[in-house]
């Protein structure tokens, strides 16, 4: 193990860190324009935004973006000359992820590296990428991290961790690659005793703000129970089937693959929808999930009950996306509430 | 990292028409790279992701049996973006495979015993595959009496004829191939998959059943199969799905916490029975 390094930083001084960063790295923060905080590429124009409770659009598009470019190729009639994306090589540094957030990369490791036949382009982006977190002093009536195994200050999948202390940021280290990015910040100064003593009274303030519980505890035994029960007849009725729980979910990564023909021909992959009718319908006709309970029923099982069989854990790290943005105001934490509770056989 | 969304380069050598609809054709390919042949090593029951470069890609059942070492098949059915892209070409395009992907068929279950082979339609591709491994003269000692129940909604849309034809000369093999309808000029059977099976009636004896076609005739092939007293881990079934990626990330194809690329497509009815029934 490394030794445990404390340091703090000025925010004022954050803009000199983050130009120092952007000589080596590329460079991704929330970014603030007009009302809405998404993460882009950090720039002279786009400065980073940290004063923000969490971003309208997780930070998964890092790693896994809404379009990507598989391979490029060159073809005529009789023959095709495969390029291979250049993916990404250089090293790139991601800031101000929310506790919740950092959680999310640490599934979509386990599931994007689960298998023989491994997602380069995420595997390879993630491996070239630093993460810094921002804890959360303030979360919203929707976080329930703590009920799916987080925490406003946790640091799961995070290689360095900012905890807002006033007019400095304690900066905590998580990892060794996190060590290593701090070390190139010799002027940091160290922290004092006051400043952890004074994280931690706000990470315990923090977490009690977390009022919003789920019970998860059995979920995943009665979801077991329950493909065939009537519940699902009744949830699905008010969703209008348009994705954006799924789009604007940190977890959620399924996609589609075709080809894109501009300038040149390229093999795209784009994000894509449990939600959307034409996600399983078959060639002949035939959907094996032709309505909306269907789908309603898959995303709710994937991330309750497939997920938890397939790699230990729920697929979901409670940020509470779903239900800020859901525009009938579905609420995932009253399905699985409801499930919960609900008497099965 | 080695890159699993890269598809290997083929060329098509040959276009056979299957079916009088002509909508369904087989494509016989053959790698650009001999490496890459010698790579694609497969088992009967597997697929692979078929590119079309400028339309897309589409999971194809491999038809071709693996001994059969020049080139692989592909019977394609003309339905979508890409599979019409492919109709529409000629012999020597250029073209993109992926894979093998899928568990295929429990070979090493089937060996030294008999096996009852039941596919309805455009669903018989793996299924000649594995009738042509079969009967293959380096295999056929292994396997005991192989019955084919195989049937289609008319004689125009039999397809692998050329198949059925020598199949039918042979002494090691139970071949029934029916049409839905009688029809002038059609003397064999006529009759439902499910009903020429409860006719021919193979015994579940050391047997291993087979099953692979559209959704209406697994259904009403299943009480058949259970009638004939097969037990429920002795038969398998090759399920179909949506799918993109064939490695278990696009995140379609899955029934329950299986993902039918990579779980299946091969399912033994014993573990469909404890799957929700989503496919």
């Known amino acids: ?345 | 990292m080695n890159n699993p969304y890269v598809p290997n380069l083929v060329v098509i050598r040959n276009i056979t028409t299957e079916n009088e609809a002509n909508d369904i054709k087989t494509f016989e390919l053959v790698f650009k790279e001999p490496e890459a042949m010698k790579n694609f090593r497969y088992r009967c029951g597997q697929f692979a992701e078929i590119s079309f470069f400028g339309a897309g890609e589409c999971p194809i059942g491999i038809a071709s049996s693996p001994m059969d070492e020049d080139c692989i098949q592909f019977t394609v059915k003309k339905v979508g973006v890409v599979t019409t892209a492919l109709h529409n070409s000629e012999e020597g395009t250029i073209m993109g495979v992926r894979g093998p992907y899928g568990n295929g068929f429990p070979m090493e279950k089937m060996e030294g015993r008999n096996v009852v082979i039941v596919g309805g339609g455009f669903a018989f591709t793996t299924l000649r595959s594995l009738t042509k491994f079969i009967l293959h003269e380096a295999n056929r000692d292994k396997f005991k009496d192989v019955t084919v129940i195989y049937g289609a909604r008319d004689p125009g849309e039999l397809i692998y004829k050329y198949d059925l034809e020598a199949w039918g000369k042979r002494d090691d093999i139970n071949l029934n191939v029916t049409i839905d309808r009688a029809v002038p000029g059609w003397t064999g059977l006529v009759g439902f998959v499910p009903a020429i099976l409860k006719e021919v009636a193979p015994s579940s004896d050391n047997a291993i059943a087979i099953v692979c076609g559209p959704p209406i005739m697994i259904k009403f092939t299943m009480p058949v199969i259970n009638e004939l007293d097969f037990s429920p881990e002795d038969v398998f079934l090759s399920l179909e799905m949506r799918m993109k990626c064939g490695i278990g990330k696009c995140g379609r194809c899955n029934i329950g916490n299986k993902f039918v690329c990579k779980d299946g497509p091969v399912f033994a009815y014993k573990e469909l029975e404890m799957m929700p029934k989503e496919y």
Not at chain 1, 157 to 169: E, R, S, T, V, W
């Open chain 1, 1 to 345: 193990m490394f030794p445990m390094k404390w340091k703090v930083i000025e925010k004022s001084k954050l803009p000199v860190l983050m130009a120092e960063l952007a000589k080596e790295n590329e460079v991704f923060a929330p970014v603030k324009e007009k009302s809405i905080v998404s993460f882009e590429r950090i720039s002279s124009e786009n400065q980073a935004y940290l004063d923000f409770r969490n971003t309208k659009k997780p930070p998964k598009e890092v790693f896994f973006p809404q379009t990507e470019t598989l391979f490029t190729y060159r073809t005529d009639k009789k023959n095709v000359e495969v390029l291979e994306d250049p993916a990404v090589k250089g090293k790139r540094v991601l800031l101000g992820v929310r506790p919740c957030d950092a959680r999310s990369f640490a599934l979509l490791d386990k599931f994007f590296s689960s298998g023989e036949d491994k997602d380069v382009y995420y595997l390879e982006k993630r491996k070239n990428t630093t993460i810094v977190g921002l804890a959360c002093n303030a979360p919203l009536s929707t976080c329930f991290c703590t009920s799916m195994g987080g925490n406003p200050f946790g640091k799961e999948g995070m290689d360095l961790l900012l905890q807002d202390i006033n007019d400095q940021y304690l900066i905590e280290t998580v990892t060794e690659r996190g060590e290593e990015l701090i070390k190139k910040f010799p002027w940091l100064k160290d922290a004092e005793k006051a400043d952890i003593e004074r994280a931690k009274k706000l990470s315990e303030d923090a977490e009690k703000a977390v009022k919003s519980k789920v019970s998860v505890k059995n979920v995943s035994e009665k979801l077991d129970r329950m493909f065939d029960d009537p519940m699902w007849d009744q949830i699905y009725q008010r969703c209008l089937g348009c994705g954006v729980c799924t789009f604007l979910c940190p977890t959620c990564c399924c996609f589609d693959i075709l080809d894109e023909e501009t300038e040149e021909v390229k093999r795209v992959r784009i994000w894509d929808s449990c939600q959307f009718s034409c996600f399983t319908l078959q060639g002949s006709g035939h959907n094996p999930r032709p309505s909306g309970k269907e789908r309603m029923r898959q995303r709710i099982m994937h991330k309750f009950n497939y997920f938890v069989k397939n790699y230990g854990e729920s697929f979901c790290v409670g940020c509470g996306r779903c239900v800020r943005e859901c525009p009938v105001n579905l609420d995932i934490r009253e399905v699985v509430g409801a499930i919960s509770t609900r008497q099965v056989e």
